[in-house]
T-cell receptor
């Protein structure tokens, strides 16, 4: 079974803080993704990585950066958290040609 | 206009009912169609995957694609309380996970 784990289920941060969300997958997948999920808007892709140190902007990359130093780990960074980044963040991974497998999500609240 | 439209519900049905969940889309290039199920406080999990038009059946679940109408459906027969979840449609033109476009999800409750 593919397992995608995320470091935190719930996070509360203050405006302006630097926030790290960590994701680890155990299936040697090439591709990893960060999405955010908001009511009425569905899942929106923030960033995508197709290999170690390789990344591609998704549909809503503004205010976010990512890091992939090892194949199994993909981090999402909010350089200066803002209240409009309060959301559910979902990490996913996939092999070539596969559909993504999702982690359990991190519900981030920025106050 | 969104590329993929999905009625958010909520939808409540009695146990044993047939459930129909639907998405419409505007991009005629979409060829790969998926349904994900998302339980509360969990990540989405793939339920059904179809390519191009036609039907696909898996147990109590049937996925249907009508490309001429740009309309996809998920039918759940003999619905169970354990089917209570949010159902997300997703689609892409390339089969690449990078190009997936998701609907906003329909919240379903099956009442015992």
């Amino acid at each position: 079974d593919v397992k995608v784990t995320q470091s935190s289920r719930y996070l509360v941060k203050r405006t302006g803080e630097k926030v790290f969300l960590e994701c680890v997958q155990d299936m040697d997948h090439e591709n990893m993704f960060w999405y955010r999920q908001d009511p009425g808007l569905g899942l929106r892709l923030i960033y995508f990585s197709y290999d170690v140190k390789m990344k591609e902007k998704g549909d809503i990359p503004e205010g976010y950066s990512v890091s992939r130093e090892k194949k199994e780990r993909f981090s999402l960074i909010l350089e200066s958290a803002s209240t409009n980044q309060t959301s559910m963040y979902l990490c996913a991974s996939s092999g070539t040609g596969d559909t993504p497998y999702f982690g359990p999500g991190t519900r981030l609240t920025v106050t | 206009q969104k590329e993929v439209e999905q009625d958010p519900g909520p939808l409540s049905v009695p146990e044993g009912a047939i459930v129909s969940l639907n998405c419409t889309y505007s991009n005629s290039a979409f060829q790969y169609f998926m349904w994900y199920r998302q339980y509360s406080r969990k990540g989405p999990e793939l339920l059904m995957y179809t390519y191009s038009s036609g039907n696909k059946e898996d147990g109590r679940f049937t996925a249907q694609v009508d490309k001429s109408s740009k309309y996809i459906s998920l039918f759940i027969r003999d619905s169970q309380p354990s089917d209570s979840a949010t159902y997300l449609c997703a689609m892409s033109y390339s089969g690449s996970a990078r190009q997936l476009t998701f609907g906003s999800g329909t919240q379903l409750t099956v009442l015992p």
